[in-house]
């Protein structure tokens, strides 16, 4: 079970703090974190708050008048990509038999414009690479709360000591650990995922 951020995709966190500072946030940083969000952001990524009231929220903290596409293009910056290479490695997996999973702190903003398109690199979509998906505004739960790591088990059916969660939070992996997961902390994101699996 994959974490997506860190982990599948390449991030930057201050790509996304400069790019919303300059259309006039100038308290981004205070709010977006690398591993988890305050305010607004964080009701995003626990699905309580639409897109919509989202970004009205954010016009509340920026100093001049910002369309909806230039707040969404700002906080997209956060994420830079998947390279071809990690899908093939996650393809990979699959024809060695494993199962993956996709379990992620993550906004319906990003997913539809930009996650789901970068999964279609290698000629497929997100489905093709993943038995199962949980995001954290889908079930309302964010990691590292337990409840998202028993809503996995719960819609998944599998045995969590028989299945492996790699994150690139230390805080992720020992509450996934506390689900009776085993877990590997993502430190490098270039090292193949084959790795942590034996």
Request: net charge negative; proline share 3%.
């Amino acid at each position: 079970m994959f974490d997506l951020g860190g982990v599948i995709m390449d991030i930057k966190r201050d790509n996304a703090v400069e790019a919303l500072k300059a259309i006039g946030m100038d308290n981004a940083d205070s709010q977006l974190g690398t591993y988890g969000q305050k305010g607004p952001f964080l009701a995003l990524e626990k699905g309580l708050i639409s897109d919509a009231e989202f970004r009205d929220e954010l016009r509340k903290q920026i100093n001049r008048p910002v369309s909806d596409n230039e707040i969404d293009e700002a906080f997209g910056k956060f994420l830079i990509g998947i390279p071809v290479e990690r899908l093939r490695r996650l393809d990979d997996l699959r024809a060695r038999g494993y199962k993956l999973y996709l379990l992620s702190n993550t906004n319906h903003i990003m997913w539809e414009r930009i996650i789901l398109d970068e999964f279609k690199k290698d000629g497929h979509d997100i489905d093709h690479y993943f038995t199962g998906i949980i995001t954290s505004f889908d079930a309302h739960a964010y990691k590292p709360d337990a409840a998202i790591f028993v809503r996995a088990i719960e819609q998944f059916a599998f045995d969590p000591a028989e299945t492996i969660f790699l994150d690139d939070s230390e805080a992720n992996c020992d509450a996934a650990r506390q689900a009776g997961f085993q877990a590997a902390h993502v430190v490098d994101i270039s090292t193949p995922y084959i790795n942590y699996l034996k």
